[in-house]
T-cell receptor, first 113, second 114 residues
Framework: EPEVTQTPSHQVTQMGQEVILRCVPI?????FYWYRQILGQKVEFLVS????????KSEIFDDQFSVERPDGSNFTLKIRSTKLEDSAMYFCARRTVTNEKLFFGSGTQLSVL | DAKTTQPPSMDCAEGRAANLPCNHS???????VYWYRQIHSQGPQYIIHGLKNNETNEMASLIITEDRKSSTLILPHATLRDTAVYYC???????????????FGKGTKLTVNP
């Protein structure tokens, strides 16, 4: 199975700071997703992204969040001004156009202090 | 919210078959059953999905009842590495215009014992 690489694996930041989480693309994986999991809780959908546009987002994905994939490079999730409650494991996922199977990365553990 | 019901935990002996049940009594005709698992705190891993026919791949088998109100994921020869949380998810197929979102419930924590 294609590996989904996320960087960094751990990120510690101060409340109010901006963070950028990255997901490395594979050429034929055109659909991208971000999910998060707060410690001890369910995996939650944040956003899906296709053809340089957000195709779907959840209520969690408010104005503090943004995603982009500039020029076919890394797929990124930006949190503009982090809050304590943003502390979670963030998972990137990808799939091809024709396959419903999602490949998840190993996650970025974000800790907001 | 998740449209499925799973037992919170199960145990299985190493080498034996693990049968994980899932109830989805309100499933619609165009909704698929998907199974993912999450080993420790890693990212979820796709296992299998199906609509109404039984499915098998290198990881597992999926048995869906005729009325489609429940299904069972079978790991034929469980190993210690199969210890994980298993999620049963119901969703309209993407080829039929379904939402991109996977809604994860609490899943079943499967422990494979030596």
């Amino acid at each position: 199975e294609p590996e989904v690489t996320q960087t960094p694996s751990h990120q510690v930041t101060q409340m109010g700071q901006e963070v950028i989480l990255r997901c490395v693309p594979i050429s034929n994986h055109l659909y991208f997703y971000w999910y998060r999991q707060i410690l001890g809780q369910k995996v939650e959908f944040l956003v899906s992204f296709y053809n340089n546009e957000i195709s779907e987002k959840s209520e969690i994905f408010d104005d503090q969040f943004s995603v982009e994939r500039p020029d076919g490079s890394n797929f990124t999730l930006k949190i503009r001004s982090t809050k304590l409650e943003d502390s979670a494991m963030y998972f990137c996922a990808r799939r091809t156009v024709t396959n419903e199977k999602l490949f998840f990365g190993s996650g970025t553990q974000l800790s907001v202090l | 919210d998740a449209k499925t019901t799973q037992p919170p935990s199960m145990d299985c002996a190493e080498g034996r078959a693990a049968n994980l049940p899932c109830n989805h009594s309100t499933i619609s005709g165009n909704e698929y059953v998907y199974w993912y698992r999450q080993i420790h705190s890693q990212g979820p891993q796709y296992i299998i999905h199906g609509l109404k026919n039984n499915e098998t791949n290198e990881m597992a088998s999926l048995i869906i009842t005729e009325d489609r109100k429940s299904s069972t994921l079978i790991l034929p020869h469980a190993t210690l590495r199969d210890t994980a949380v298993y999620y049963c998810i119901v969703r309209v197929g993407l080829t039929q215009g379904g939402s991109e979102k996977l809604v994860f419930g609490k899943g079943t924590k499967l422990t494979v014992n030596p």
